[in-house]
């Protein structure tokens, strides 16, 4: 009887079993490679994966989403080392900034998403914690991201978002540098993503890849032509 | 009924002139005072005013130590910050990871500034409100101490993928969290009030849970020479009261906001109090009238429950949280037993 991989991979990763779910993977790619595993395997398991974990249902922690996140990463090392002996590499979906917004210094859930994009194929450019609005803009201007990923844990810091929706405007970026935001308070509250400015959230890290895509095609479509090297 | 008696009735399940609350209003302190915030959580006695201030303005039954859990991660070396109008966060980590905590040297609860100003406040408070009002020293459990010196991820790293040193880092950990626990009732608290997030399946997996963290909160509260409120820590606790019951010197659990207060009832069973469930950070967007539809909710759900006690919960009170949002809720209180605010 032919091997469920998905759902050997998917119940791998429900059980937090890292070694488990990269022998899955392992035993896939088998013949084949590990960059079709990221496309084949690994990205419909973390889908479905990612719809269990919004439900709140499924028993899955943060700690099981850390090690979805691992287990994404862990690919993409094999996937890079296989990129040295082959063709394969990741595809090249467009530049993304990340980081966690002033004064937020919780960076896991951050860490969850920058590893989730790159495996979706995004170019992330993660600032890190406490990063001002003008980093976020500037990083974006410069490597010509049509989404910004904000992160933050609590209201208090959260608040902080505002700056960068200020400082997208007032550079005159409105539309065509959309702005994701994430963390706990979002979750909590999604209303305050419309209130602090924000274009759109995820109900976990592993939908951030559904949510940057959507925003990506929506700032393609208010400006086709926008921003310096923008893809 | 004073404060300390309407407290105690609600613990023996006795008939009260009005319902017990409290609020986290640890940060509050500060607008009521007007004190710099890098004062308020420096300076013992000033942390007191606001709490004697909060006292005089909304009539809580408990008032707290300082909210102030990264001052437990200054003491192993991680700095933090306070910002104009928010209580202190950690900015960085003083150790990479578990292995390298294990070789911090433990900090001594009795000399660390830090942890002595913690204290003080205790005493401070003690000293005006000794029998009248119940005073809690707040810490974490020793599970929820490692993300303030290593981190979240490498804390939850170690947790998954090296038991045996996390294992190692929850027994170093008990005796320090022990010691701070009982110089604060030695100091006059009437109990503690803790978290313990890394025992909630919200954020481990039950196999964590069940081997690790849970175990060394039920090994470390068995030591606890006083009265314990199990805090939420902003996860939520209902679903999860089966797995919390019943731990050693707990006598009230304090569920996430909007929990049902009459389902968290019935999975704990008859005895320790239940507290909650207002949104503390919330109060900043709501009207007076808001905050008291939401009171008066949560009396609904309690029902004849007497061992109940209406309290903010998630985290501070916001600074600029107007004060009537914060009066509804005294009001209501009265009103619910049939009194004047």
């Keep these: 009887m032919e091997r469920n991989h998905t759902q050997e991979l998917l119940s791998a990763i429900q059980h937090a079993d890292r070694a488990g779910a990269n022998a899955v993977i392992e035993d896939w790619a088998r013949g084949r490679s590990f960059s079709l595993a990221v496309t084949e395997l690994l990205a419909p398991t973390l889908e479905a994966f990612g719809e269990i974990w919004s439900t709140g249902q499924g028993g899955v922690s943060l700690a099981t989403g850390y090690v979805a996140s691992k287990v994404a990463e862990d690919v993409l090392s094999r996937v890079l080392l296989e990129s040295d002996t082959a063709s394969g590499v990741a595809p090249s979906r467009g530049p993304v900034v990340v980081g966690n917004v002033e004064d937020d210094f919780h960076p896991l859930g951050r860490k969850m998403v920058a590893a989730f994009l790159r495996t979706s194929g995004w170019d992330v450019r993660d600032l890190g ?55 706990a308070v979002f979750k909590l509250r999604p209303e305050l993503v419309a209130d602090f400015g924000g274009d759109g959230t995820a109900a976990s890290a592993v939908e951030a890849d559904a949510l940057f895509e959507t925003l990506r095609q929506r700032s393609l479509g208010l400006a086709p032509a926008c921003g310096r090297r923008t893809p | 009924m004073n404060s300390l008696e309407r407290v105690l009735a609600a613990l023996q399940n006795q008939p009260t002139d009005r319902p017990a609350f409290f609020i986290n209003a640890s940060l509050y302190g500060a607008r009521l005072t007007g004190a710099h915030l890098d004062d308020h959580y420096t300076q013992a006695e000033v942390y007191a005013e606001g709490q004697m201030a ?16 990264p001052a437990i991660g200054e003491a192993f070396g991680s700095p933090w910050r306070a910002r104009p109008s928010q209580a202190p966060n950690t900015v960085q980590f003083v150790a990479r990871n578990a292995e390298d905590m294990l070789k911090l040297p433990l900090p001594d609860v009795d000399s660390h500034p830090r942890l002595l100003y913690l204290r003080e406040t205790i005493r401070i408070l003690t000293r005006k409100y000794a029998g009248e009002v119940p005073i809690f020293g707040v810490l974490v459990s020793p599970s929820d101490i490692p993300p303030l010196v290593i981190g979240l991820e490498a804390w939850i790293d170690a947790l998954l993928f090296q038991p045996e040193v996390a294992q190692a880092l929850l027994d170093r950990l008990t005796p ?20 313990s997030n890394l025992a909630n399946t919200f954020i481990v997996t039950e196999a964590i849970a069940n081997s690790l963290t849970l175990p060394a909160l039920q090994r470390a ?63 900043l967007h709501l009207r007076p009238e808001e905050v008291t539809a939401l009171c008066e909710q949560a009396f609904d759900q309690r029902g004849e429950d007497r061992q109940f006690i209406l309290a903010t919960c998630s985290a501070d009170i916001q ?16 009103r619910a037993g049939g009194a004047e605010a």
């Design chain 2, 319 to 334: 600074i600029d949280t107007p004060a009537e949002s914060i009066a509804a809720i005294t009001e209501a209180v009265c």
């Design chain 1, 129 to 183: 914690v406490d990063v001002s609005a003008a980093q976020f803009v500037d990083t974006a201007e410069a490597c010509g991201a049509r989404v910004i990923g904000a992160s933050a844990m609590m209201y208090t810091t959260a608040k902080n978002v505002r700056k960068i929706r200020e400082e997208i405007d007032r550079r005159g970026l409105r539309g065509k540098l959309q702005l994701a935001l994430g963390g």
């Design chain 2, 54 to 69: 909060i006292r005089e303005t909304f009539s809580p039954d408990l008032l707290i130590s300082p909210f102030f859990v």
């Design chain 2, 221 to 283: 509260l068995a030591e606890i020479p006083g009265p314990v409120i199990f805090h939420h820590g902003g996860c939520p606790l209902v679903d999860q009261l089966a797995r919390f019951k019943g731990l050693p010197n707990v006598v009230a659990y304090f569920i996430d906001v909007g929990e049902d207060l009459g389902l968290a009832r019935r999975n704990l069973g008859p005895g320790p109090i239940v507290m909650g469930n207002l949104s503390g950070p919330g109060l």
């Design chain 2, 176 to 195: 320090f969290f022990l010691d701070l626990g009982k110089a604060m009732l030695s100091d006059g608290a009437t109990g503690l009030a803790l978290t």
